[in-house]
């Protein structure tokens, strides 16, 4: 079975320091992985998404960056974060490329990552 | 473009007492429709789910009809319980890679 995992859970840095966020995902191969923001309070926020190694999109421009540097894994990054970073960070899985079963099955999410910036 | 409308909470109920909320959509072709779950401090779930007009997508006495002729996707549950207290997701998902969320309902169950 499919599943995926994100951390740090929690995390709480400083303004101006770096971050790095991992998701990794098991039991598939070549999924569409998504980064969502979810501020206090508010929806989500779509961030990056790739539909491949390499290939990242990016939704709103800002202080953050993504990376896919294998398959299965997702990397959200900051070289200097600001107060208005902070929020719960969530990754997400979906089958890629065929359009029906992506309307199907839908999205999986991992856990969440809780940042507050300091 | 594609949306998602939903209703604001935040949704205060008793326990027992009838839930519905409400998520009205805008898509071009045939979306399919969803309602997600995001318990306290957790994240988001997959509560049901309907892939085309008429489905009825049910889960854990949760409820929802694709309603093509009033795109309309509303979650019911006739009972609710202190656990059923969490934020709701209204999505769809239509051609290409992405979905839309709503911006979540918030409900509260009090014994």
């Known amino acids: 079975s499919q599943t995926i995992h994100q951390w740090p859970a929690t995390l709480v840095q400083p303004v101006g320091s770096p971050l790095s966020l991992e998701c990794t995902v098991e039991?598939?191969?070549?999924?569409?992985l998504y980064w969502y923001r979810q501020a206090a309070g508010r929806g989500l926020q779509l961030l990056f998404y790739?539909?491949?190694?390499?290939?990242i999109s990016s939704e709103v421009p800002q202080n953050l960056s993504a990376s896919r540097p294998q398959d299965r894994q997702f990397i959200l990054s900051s070289k200097k974060l600001l107060l208005s970073d902070s929020g719960f960070y969530l990754c997400?899985?979906?089958?890629?490329?065929?359009?029906?079963?992506?309307?199907?099955?839908?999205?999986?999410f991992g856990s969440g990552t809780r940042l507050t910036v300091v | 473009g594609d949306s998602v409308t939903q209703m604001e909470g935040p949704v205060t109920l008793s326990e027992e007492a009838f839930l519905t909320i409400n998520c009205t959509y805008t898509?071009?072709?045939?979306?399919?429709l969803f309602w997600y779950v995001q318990y306290p401090g957790e994240g988001l779930q997959l509560l049901l789910k309907?892939?085309?007009?008429?489905d009825k997508g049910s889960n854990k006495g949760f409820e929802a009809t694709y309603r093509k002729e009033t795109t309309s996707f509303h979650l019911e549950k006739g009972s609710v319980q202190v656990s059923d207290s969490a934020v709701y997701f209204c999505a769809l998902s239509a051609a290409g890679n992405q979905f839309y969320f709503g911006t979540g309902t918030s409900l509260t169950v009090i014994p």
């Open positions: 997400a899985w979906s089958i890629a490329r065929d359009r029906v079963k992506f309307q199907n099955y839908g999205y999986t």
């Open positions: 898509a071009t072709g045939y979306p399919s």
């Open positions: 790739s539909v491949g190694i390499g290939q």
């Open positions: 039991g598939t191969s070549n999924p569409n």
């Open positions: 309907a892939t085309k007009a008429d």
